[in-house]
């Protein structure tokens, strides 16, 4: 029997030789075809172009374009920089701007290239196909995390369906020029596509479809939604753990019905800050960050980051246009604070007005009902600044590293959160010391420690405040070994998960 590494050498090799042949085929139908028809003429690719130019000034009115021929470059707000996965200069677009290429070339794509992504702009490449004219059109798009989502799907559209804006072919491309096959199509589409950061498989003509009778199957059964919410009862005390979202849009109210009258029912609210009365005094900000965020002159934070931090805050400051002078004086921690992190992601709907921490807060209020808070403001303003010099340093690093995805972290919290989903809030919640165990202090600082401390203060506050206790803090707070649904487990607390009504799709 083959050992696997024998196996995985084999079908290495059955790889490496079937995209041989593919490519073969295709270049054997090349050789055929006479050199006039070596090149797509720019009057048969005129009307995407045309179209392309029309969606692109559309969103970016300023935008510059250059049309060559069977190729097309736009751009806007580009500026070069120094790619953090290649350490070479490229051309990207910076905040608000776009980057575009598109050429026609005949036959299928048969490339191999591989668009790696760059921190701070991700990177679409298509290359769909067409029968008819027999040529596909690369496409390379490069944005910025808060371009429009509508311009990139209109834009995906356009390219995928570009064979419909194609004229005719005429008959002689019919006779004169053999298409290539539909095998050979779909064989090169699929090795080419699993190369490809985003890749768009060409489109080829496919059998007709064969038309049956439509079967009718019973409904699923709806199955039980889970709740980010729990119920602890131990004898005659009753707590119920609501893990908030601090920031959140319009769109998450109304919340599910069995959380609301929990909250009505019980005799506290207890949150990590009363943010609804307490202010931040600037003047301890200031006091703090002279004390333990700033560097005493002729010391800076480029002589304290280690390469790899360095290296990834030179890209970040390339890109964002800033300059070093704007970050020498302040520490690590706090050069992360000043990072304005909404602004490179469309969080615009995202408001703490809106977030389930407020809600509880404005209505608590409103039925004065008491608050009780967990921790001070003092206290979260020193967690930061208090972590070891290394600790910062990575830190400042992996914020700088992740920023792009700010969207796409705010949308998985969401999905887990309106799911019930406690190992995927978990997995967004320590994913950072998971991948960078020097974060581990961070994490230890930012949630255990604090677990630990808000645990063994709701049992005093049963004393005092009398039951049910609705306690209202943030969703990490609740996951994970020394999350408080864990912890107080570990104190006597029989505590369940709540399932939505039936039928009850608020927040779903």
């Given at each position: 029997m083959k050992s696997p590494a024998a196996l995985l050498s084999a079908i290495c090799a059955f790889c490496l030789f079937s995209d041989f042949v593919l490519c073969e085929a295709v270049c054997a139908q090349g050789t055929e075809q006479t050199k006039e028809l070596a090149t797509v003429h720019p009057a048969v690719v005129k009307p995407v172009f045309d179209e392309v130019t029309k969606l692109v000034k559309t969103f970016y009115p300023n935008a510059k374009f250059n049309e060559?021929?069977?190729?097309?470059?736009?751009?806007?707000k580009v500026?070069?920089?120094?790619?953090?996965?290649?350490?070479?200069?490229?051309?990207?677009?910076?905040?608000?701007?776009?980057?575009?290429?598109?050429?026609?070339e005949r036959g299928i794509?048969?490339?191999?290239?591989?668009?790696?992504?760059?921190?701070?702009?991700?990177?679409?490449l298509m290359e769909p196909y067409s029968a008819n004219?027999?040529?596909?059109?690369?496409?390379?798009?490069?944005?910025?995390?808060q371009a429009s989502s509508d311009f990139l799907e209109k834009f995906k559209d356009l390219v995928k369906e570009?064979?419909?804006?194609?004229?005719?072919?005429?008959?002689?491309?019919?006779?004169d020029v053999t298409p290539v096959p539909n095998s050979v199509v779909a064989a090169v589409s699929a090795t080419s596509s699993a190369a490809a950061s985003t890749t768009v498989s060409p489109t080829a003509p496919s059998a007709a479809p064969v038309h049956m009778l439509p079967q009718v199957s019973p409904r699923p059964k709806e199955a039980p939604r889970k709740l980010f919410f729990w119920k602890a009862k131990r004898g005659t005390d009753i707590v119920y753990l609501l893990g908030t979202?601090?920031?959140?849009?319009?769109?998450?109210?109304?919340?599910p019905r069995e959380i609301e009258s929990a909250f009505d029912s019980s005799r506290c609210l207890v949150v990590e800050i009363n943010i609804a009365k307490?202010?931040?005094?600037?003047?301890?900000?200031?006091?703090?960050?002279?004390?333990?965020?700033?560097?005493?002159?002729p010391d800076k934070l480029s002589k304290h980051l280690s390469p790899d931090t360095k290296r990834v805050f030179e890209a970040y400051l390339a890109w964002s246009g800033e300059t070093w002078g704007m970050y020498e004086q302040y520490k690590p921690w706090y050069a992360r604070e000043l990072i304005s992190i909404p602004r490179r992601g469309d969080l615009s709907k995202m408001k703490k007005s809106f977030g389930i921490d407020m809600h509880f807060l404005q209505k608590a209020i409103a039925q004065k009902k008491p608050i009780d808070e967990f921790e001070t403001v003092d206290f979260q303003l020193a967690l930061?600044?208090?972590?070891?010099?290394?600790?910062?340093?990575?830190?400042l690093q992996v914020t700088l590293l992740e920023m792009k995805d700010t969207e796409k972290t705010m949308a998985s919290i969401f999905q887990a959160w309106k799911a019930g989903d406690v190992e995927q809030m978990e997995r967004v919640a320590v994913h950072q010391s998971v991948d960078n165990p020097d974060l581990i202090p961070f994490t230890m600082a930012l949630l255990n420690n604090r677990n630990i401390a808000m645990a063994a203060k709701i049992e005093p506050f049963l004393k005092t405040k009398g039951s049910p206790l609705f306690v209202a803090v943030g969703s990490a707070h609740m996951v994970g070994e020394t999350g408080l649904v864990n912890l107080l487990r570990k104190k006597g607390f029989e505590v369940e998960q709540v399932i939505a009504s039936p039928g009850d799709n608020r927040s779903h």
């Open positions: 060559n021929g069977a190729k097309l470059h736009f751009e806007f500026a070069p920089q120094i790619s953090t996965s290649t350490h070479l200069p490229v051309l990207g677009p910076k905040d608000g701007g776009i980057l575009g290429d598109l050429e026609f794509a048969t490339r191999q290239g591989r668009v790696q992504n760059d921190y701070y702009y991700e990177t679409i004219h027999n040529c596909h059109l690369n496409a390379k798009l490069s944005y910025p995390p570009f064979d419909r804006l194609l004229p005719p072919p005429p008959r002689t491309a019919v006779t979202i601090h920031a959140a849009p319009p769109t998450l109210y109304p919340l307490v202010k931040v005094d600037p003047e301890k900000v200031r006091q703090l960050v002279a004390t333990s965020g700033r560097y005493s002159s930061d600044s208090k972590l070891a010099a290394e600790v910062q340093d990575k830190l």
